[in-house]
């Protein structure tokens, strides 16, 4: 008989050396406080459009409330098809080069399993969002991280793309627009780093949810890269661009081969997505780029506000290309990014995440989400500057959104 004190023993140990999740595990505090302005959770302030609620509502009192393809609704991915062949020109046969996730958190874990096998070495931009190293982990893979740094405005180079290479690597996983740093890629690299992959035969798994949300330049997209499309599994979604972060919807595209294959894990787990959620999908796909339009051009309102309202409380902060996040140092507060998050919740009831929940890159930064409404930023900004100036910083002037 195993007691009480032992069944930890029983658990995978894989399962059982992984971190919580630093977003989640810092958002149990923030529960439990009252009035607290949270510019935390990457989610968007903006109710899903209601003509996209419609369309599930429409769905639901036609009856639409069975299984769909493994696969997903053929009319959902035929829609995807058009999207992708229209913004970046690069084409996908719908009916066996697209799946339609469980969000792209599914899409991620599906993409992992299918190709890690144990040992391979998956190559990791840092900072990085926090599922990437676990789901690299779990696939029986090695997470290898890339470091960036603010220096070279969070951005990968093919340089150190090689220099990570070993005889064991098999896979870059790409983010971008980054979560946390909202850095871009501009194409001139993008191409130098798909060379880099070509040379050394790697599969790229390009997590590109925040394409959308592109403010500076234009947004590449992974397989539209010459020889990329066939070594490329792109991953993108509803949540972000169409405020739809609770309706789970994401996809996966790639050569036959490789989405077949994630196809069998998905049957045998998932089945297939919410039908309703797909409807919705397909209508954000089919009349949402308006409401799409009006939302991005909100967040690139905040994201200026933001980036005044940093530097005029004496914090260094990148400017964000894409995405809706800030990543501003704080190393001038004297405090590490733990200690900053804590005391900013505990002392002013402001919500961020600290940077190194996503690596160790991402010591002496906290993550600001402004996907926020402009009152609650106004806010959050006055008491986060009168916390800066109590921990001995030169605040510029007032702030004032």
Same mark, same amino acid.
């Given at each position: 008989?195993?007691n009480?004190?032992?069944?930890?023993?029983?658990?995978?140990?894989?399962?059982r %050396? $992984?971190?919580? %999740?630093g977003?989640?595990?810092?958002?149990?505090?923030?529960?439990?406080?009252?009035?607290?302005?949270?510019?935390?959770?990457?989610?968007?302030?903006?109710?899903?459009?209601?003509?996209?609620?419609e369309?599930?509502i429409?769905s639901l009192?036609?009856?639409?409330?069975?299984y769909?393809?493994?696969q997903g609704?053929?009319?959902?991915?035929?829609?995807?098809?058009?999207? $992708?062949?229209?913004?970046?020109?690069v084409?996908?046969?719908?009916?066996?080069? $697209?799946?339609?996730?469980v969000?792209v958190?599914?899409?991620?874990?599906?993409?992992?399993?299918?190709?890690?096998?144990?040992g391979?070495e998956?190559?990791?931009?840092?900072?990085?969002?926090?599922?990437?190293a676990?789901?690299t982990?779990m696939?029986?893979?090695?997470?290898?991280h890339?470091?960036?740094?603010?220096?070279?405005?969070?951005?990968?180079?093919?340089?150190?793309?090689?220099?990570?290479?070993?005889?064991?690597t098999?896979i870059?996983?790409?983010?971008?627009?980054?979560?946390?740093?909202?850095?871009?890629?501009?194409?001139?690299?993008?191409?130098?780093i798909s060379?880099?992959?070509?040379?050394?035969?790697?599969?790229?798994?390009?997590?590109?949810?925040?394409?959308?949300?592109?403010?500076?330049?234009?947004?590449?997209?992974v397989p539209?890269?010459p020889?990329?499309?066939?070594?490329?599994?792109?991953?993108?979604g509803?949540?972000?661009?169409?405020?739809?972060?609770?309706?789970?919807?994401?996809?996966?595209?790639?050569?036959?081969?490789?989405?077949?294959a994630?196809?069998?894990?998905?049957?045998?787990?998932?089945?297939?997505?919410?039908?309703?959620?797909?409807?919705?999908?397909?209508e954000?796909?089919k009349?949402?780029r %308006?409401?799409?339009q009006?939302?991005? &051009?909100?967040?690139?309102?905040?994201?200026?506000l933001?980036? &005044?309202?940093f530097?005029?409380?004496?914090?260094?902060?990148?400017?964000?290309?894409?995405?809706f996040?800030?990543?501003?140092?704080?190393?001038?507060t004297?405090?590490?990014?733990?200690?900053?998050?804590?005391?900013?919740?505990?002392?002013?009831?402001?919500a961020?995440?600290?940077g190194?929940?996503?690596?160790? %890159?991402?010591e002496?930064?906290?993550?600001?989400?402004?996907?926020?409404?402009?009152?609650?930023?106004?806010?959050?900004?006055r008491?986060?500057?009168?916390?800066?100036?109590?921990?001995?910083?030169?605040?510029?002037?007032?702030?004032?959104?």
């Amino acid at each position: 008989m195993i007691n009480k004190m032992e069944w930890s023993k029983m658990i995978n140990p894989t399962v059982r %050396s $992984l971190p919580p %999740s630093g977003i989640r595990k810092f958002f149990d505090m923030v529960t439990e406080i009252k009035g607290v302005i949270s510019l935390g959770v990457g989610e968007p302030d903006f109710v899903t459009p209601w003509h996209i609620r419609e369309g599930c509502i429409y769905s639901l009192e036609k009856g639409y409330t069975m299984y769909t393809s493994n696969q997903g609704l053929l009319e959902l991915r035929e829609a995807i098809s058009r999207e $992708l062949d229209t913004t970046y020109g690069v084409t996908y046969d719908a009916r066996r080069e $697209l799946l339609v996730t469980v969000g792209v958190s599914e899409g991620l874990d599906l993409a992992m399993r299918a190709l890690t096998c144990p040992g391979d070495e998956v190559l990791i931009p840092e900072p990085s969002y926090v599922s990437y190293a676990p789901c690299t982990m779990m696939a029986g893979g090695v997470p290898v991280h890339i470091p960036t740094s603010v220096e070279d405005n969070f951005r990968l180079t093919a340089d150190r793309v090689e220099a990570a290479i070993t005889p064991r690597t098999k896979i870059l996983l790409l983010c971008y627009p980054n979560n946390p740093t909202g850095a871009v890629m501009p194409k001139k690299e993008l191409l130098a780093i798909s060379e880099v992959v070509r040379k050394h035969n790697l599969i790229v798994i390009s997590d590109e949810i925040y394409d959308k949300l592109t403010y500076t330049g234009e947004h590449t997209c992974v397989p539209s890269l010459p020889g990329m499309r066939e070594r490329t599994i792109l991953l993108n979604g509803f949540s972000k661009a169409y405020a739809m972060t609770g309706w789970r919807v994401g996809y996966a595209a790639g050569n036959a081969d490789f989405i077949a294959a994630m196809t069998k894990i998905h049957q045998y787990t998932m089945l297939c997505a919410p039908i309703t959620a797909q409807m919705a999908a397909a209508e954000a796909l089919k009349n949402g780029r %308006s409401g799409m339009q009006q939302m991005v &051009q909100q967040y690139n309102r905040r994201r200026h506000l933001v980036m &005044q309202a940093f530097s005029e409380m004496g914090l260094h902060c990148f400017e964000p290309g894409g995405a809706f996040y800030a990543f501003p140092e704080i190393s001038a507060t004297g405090l590490t990014s733990e200690e900053f998050a804590e005391r900013l919740l505990m002392e002013e009831k402001v919500a961020l995440v600290p940077g190194n929940a996503f690596g160790p %890159s991402g010591e002496g930064f906290v993550r600001c989400s402004y996907a926020a409404s402009v009152d609650d930023l106004a806010e959050a900004f006055r008491r986060m500057a009168r916390f800066v100036k109590h921990c001995g910083v030169k605040v510029k002037t007032v702030v004032n959104l």
